[in-house]
């Protein structure tokens, strides 16, 4: 009773008006300013919020599910999908939540801290799936399957399946179990996107059991030593029409 005394006392707006400064300078003190630290301790002690789940330099929780890596990922890509967390395009409660409040300029620093991030990979529990699976998993990363128009993964994210910068994710390095959720949610909607709905047109002219088959067979492939995106310019296949920002996005 008497310690919460004083505080009933503190007038109402006096103590709105202290959280709302309190919280403007917090989020418009950027590591630019005069007065700031440098950089990287800067960061590094505001993505303590992220690195719980993250991991300590992003490399991911060791199934991926608690929380995806987000190391050496294309910078364009994160902020991407921190733009759909905002905006509920991709739904998910915690993500959601702890990006509510960043301002975009706070999201392009997190998500370039991440992309430059460099730690090896983990070494990904192998699904137990038969080799017939395998196989067809195989078959749909390295040559789709015409009969249902679903193109190739390599396709896209490049022969080496590292993906491209600025915004094409890699698709090695992730655990079975993430991949095949994510191939879940762009069929239900739950991971949608802006423009053009690439992974949504492919993960639905997928057969149901084929999620199981790439996810398999991508979470048991090593990702290369010093696994990065390559540079756009290394892209030597370009990208459907219908999957192009600014395109119509009608597939054939
Ligand atoms: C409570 C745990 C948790 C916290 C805290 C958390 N994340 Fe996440 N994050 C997740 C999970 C789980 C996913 C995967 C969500 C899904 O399945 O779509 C995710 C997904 C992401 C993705 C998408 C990754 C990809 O490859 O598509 C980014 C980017 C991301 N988080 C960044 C952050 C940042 C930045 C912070 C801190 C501001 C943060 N996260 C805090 C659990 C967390
Ligand atoms: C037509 C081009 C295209 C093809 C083909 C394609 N992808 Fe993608 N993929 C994308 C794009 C674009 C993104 C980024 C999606 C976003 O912004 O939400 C992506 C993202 C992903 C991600 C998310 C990575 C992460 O870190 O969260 C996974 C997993 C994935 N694709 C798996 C696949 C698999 C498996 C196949 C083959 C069956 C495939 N993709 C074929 C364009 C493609």
Same mark, same amino acid.
């Given at each position: ?32 300013? #005069? ?44 902020? =991407? ?20 409040? *960043? ?36 078959? *749909?990363?390295?040559?789709? #399957? ?35 959720? =994510? ?26 059991? #084929? ?42």
């Amino acid at each position: 009773m008497t310690i919460s005394a004083p505080r009933r006392s503190l007038p109402r707006a006096v103590v709105v008006l202290l959280a709302f400064c309190l919280c403007t300078a917090a989020l418009a003190a950027t590591p630019q300013s #005069d007065a700031a630290p440098p950089v990287p301790d800067t960061l590094q002690q505001r993505v303590v919020a992220c690195t719980s789940c993250h991991g300590s330099q992003g490399e991911g929780s060791p199934d991926s599910l608690g929380g995806p890596r987000l190391a050496g990922k294309p910078a364009g890509y994160l902020l =991407q999908q921190l733009a759909y967390f905002q905006s509920g395009q991709r739904q998910h409660a915690p993500m959601e939540y702890v990006v509510r409040q *960043l301002s975009p300029a706070y999201l392009r620093q997190i998500a370039e801290y991440f992309a430059k991030q460099d730690v090896p990979y983990r070494k990904l529990a192998v699904p137990a799936v038969s080799e017939e699976i395998m196989r067809r998993g195989e078959e *749909l990363v390295l040559h789709g #399957d015409p009969s249902r128009a679903v193109p190739a993964c390599d396709s896209c994210h490049g022969a080496r399946l590292t993906g491209f910068e600025p915004m094409m994710p890699g698709v090695l390095g992730l655990s079975y179990g993430y991949i095949s959720q =994510q191939l879940v949610s762009w069929r239900t909607h739950t991971r949608a996107a802006e423009g053009p709905y690439c992974m949504g047109v492919v993960a639905n002219r997928m057969r149901e059991s #084929d999620i199981n088959a790439v996810s398999a067979w991508l979470a048991n492939q090593t990702p290369p030593v010093g696994m990065h995106p390559q540079p756009a310019s290394a892209r030597t296949e370009p990208l459907p029409g219908w999957c192009v920002m600014g395109s119509s996005g009608v597939t054939p």
